[in-house]
């Protein structure tokens, strides 16, 4: 929040009206927030029918399995799918190492840039990430976290 003031505070008027204003708020603002909004509302209704951390707790491949979903979903070119494993993490249905691999391997719009340079370069920066994320995290499962 603090940084945002600065930011606001010293940009000049053509950035906080043709970027801020125009491009990030008019154009993005609602979709996530609609995104967000239905992916708390998901994971709530998701958590009151499933016990999901009831049928990870001790499964080792149940584990491995949401790994490897983990590091698959972190692949896709926009952190929005990023915020379901954040929001399971955080309600305490997801242990750290599968939120930790998929937090490895996702880029968000970052990615997208890569994507219109090289294809090429995208698929390696993620084959990359994700041989990191299942090594680390995978022994963090081993190591019960």
Not at 14 to 37: D, G, N, P, Q, Y
Not at 84 to 92: K, T
Request: with cysteine; proline share 2%.
């Amino acid at each position: 929040g603090i940084l945002g003031l600065i930011l606001v505070l010293r940009a000049d008027e053509h950035f906080l009206e043709a970027h801020l204003w125009k491009h990030v708020i008019k154009k993005h603002f609602v979709s996530i927030f609609m995104w967000t909004l239905l992916t708390i509302y998901a994971i709530n209704i998701l958590n009151a029918y499933i016990d999901i951390a009831a049928w990870l707790s001790h499964d080792t491949a149940k584990l491995i399995f949401m790994l490897f979903f983990a590091i698959l979903i972190g692949w896709i070119p926009q952190s929005g799918p990023h915020f379901a494993f954040a929001q399971l993490f955080f309600v305490g249905s997801l242990p750290f190492s599968v939120f930790f691999a998929n937090a490895i391997v996702q880029d968000g719009h970052t990615s997208l840039l890569l994507i219109a340079e090289s294809r090429k370069q995208f698929v390696w920066l993620k084959l990359i990430k994700s041989v990191i994320a299942l090594v680390l995290c995978g022994s963090l499962i081993l190591l019960g976290y």
